[in-house]
């Protein structure tokens, strides 16, 4: 899951100097003309709360923690997006080429801004209340007032000018809403009053060609996923005046079987959504070098009391930079090498987990080191980039797994790398 605007923080690059994702910020100016990088470090909240700036910097730094967490192993089996958050989204999944999502974006920033300028908005949401109560509201303010984010099950956003936004927040507690929230935004995003962004939009996106998703991309405007890259140029304007079927999306990746929704870029917002319209998935955050390290652990089962209730990685085992996990290059069944055990444990390669019964440790091969056979994926075989200790399997033998998976975890410290 990505964020979208209002996720931006002042200095929300600075955990990430020094890490070799950082480089992604480099790519960006260059794509855009910007200093970007000056955006995640010095700019204070003023200037980032810019529409034209605040997109841009949420959509890089989000792309700067993809890129870490691809890095240590992993990858989406499926994405989404708030609002901003979709290009990325779409570039997370291969649709988007980074230098043209980075130039779409600007744009896209720099159309909402004018719009919004010309067209004055104000958006707030609306908390405790239904999606049907909430555009009852709308309905009844008798003005520019629409709905614009489905967020979650009892929190909805709306919409529109002042006047009109002002009304709809009487009415709303009127109808039962617990509070009424203002957002500090510079316009009336996800409605009409957009409409004067949607020229410059279409012309940038016309020039962009668009490719076929490696993993499913859910739609903000209907929540469905589209595979067919020739729809997303117009689904990416109906979104600019369309509401954002979050809570619906969040549906939508429960039903395609996700167990774990993983909001990567800065803040934590969606990681608060999914847990209330998908409480039965683990919802986690990654925005620090930090996360990286519990993000791991989590993915390969361990419990999750690691992670506060604002979603973020408290202290735990240190994965980023002393482990690493082999992940499968394709789809298909696995077969684990017989010949390999987690040190200590006597775990059997088709074993998952810490304990149980397995072989006699003592007696087991657990070191590889890099090019090592590990296992194979149907008759595709799976070699190890790393040199290290077999930690734990992560999948069993004779289970289907995706690109991507991970199989296997290491230990790499030592001569490791």
């Known amino acids: 899951m990505f964020p979208g605007q209002g996720s931006q923080r002042s200095g929300m690059g600075r955990p990430w100097v020094d890490h070799p994702s950082w480089e992604v910020v480099a790519e960006a100016s260059d794509a855009v003309g910007r200093d970007v990088e000056r955006l995640l470090l010095d ?62 974006v600007a744009a896209r920033g720099e159309a909402m801004a004018r719009a919004g300028e010309d067209a004055p908005g104000t958006m707030a949401a609306l908390i405790g209340i239904s999606d049907d109560d ?41 109808l039962g809403a617990r509070k009424v929230l203002p957002l500090p935004v510079s316009g009336a995003f996800h409605t009409p009053l957009m409409a004067p962004a949607r020229p410059a939009l279409r012309k940038a996106l016309g020039d962009i060609v668009f490719a076929t998703p490696e993993v499913p991309v859910v739609a903000n405007v209907d929540a469905r996923v589209h595979s067919d890259p020739a729809e997303w140029p117009g689904l990416l304007s109906a979104q600019l005046c369309g509401p954002v079927r979050w809570r619906q999306t969040v549906e939508t990746l429960s039903g395609l079987g996700a167990t774990s929704l993983i909001e990567i870029g800065p803040g934590g917002v969606l990681t608060g959504l999914a847990r209330r319209a998908a409480p039965e998935l683990q919802a986690l955050s990654v925005a620090t070098p930090d996360d990286l390290d519990t993000l791991l652990d989590a993915v390969a089962g361990h419990p999750t009391d690691a992670w506060g209730d604002d979603g973020h990685a408290h202290q735990g085992e240190h994965l980023y930079m002393s482990e690493r996990v082999v992940v499968s290059p394709c789809s298909g069944i696995f077969a684990p090498e017989e010949s ?54 992560l999948s069993v033998a004779g289970e289907r797994v995706q690109e991507g998976q991970p199989l296997v975890w290491l230990r790499v410290g030592g001569n490791g790398r």
Not at 149 to 159: D, F, I, R
Not at 365 to 375: A, C, E, K, M, T
């Open 43 to 104: 700019a204070p909240m003023e200037e980032l709360t810019n529409t034209s700036n605040a997109q841009l910097a949420t959509y890089v730094q989000s792309l700067v923690v993809l890129d870490a967490v691809e890095r240590v192993g992993l990858s989406p089996a499926a994405c989404a997006g708030h609002s901003l958050g979709e290009y990325t989204a779409l570039t997370a999944s291969g649709a988007l080429g980074f230098g043209d999502g980075a130039v779409l």
């Open 134 to 174: 909430a555009e009852a509201a709308c309905h009844r303010a008798e003005g520019d007032a629409w709905v614009a984010n489905y967020n979650a099950p009892g929190q909805v956003v709306v919409a529109g000018t002042s006047d009109a936004i002002a009304a709809v927040a009487e009415i709303a507690r009127d």
């Open 340 to 393: 390999l055990t987690a040190p200590g444990t006597g775990l059997l390669p088709g074993t998952v987990g810490r304990g149980g019964a397995g072989s006699d440790a003592s007696s087991s091969v657990s070191h590889v080191r890099i090019g090592d056979l590990v296992g194979r994926v149907g008759v595709t075989e799976v070699r190890t980039p790393f040199e290290g200790e077999v930690v734990r399997w």
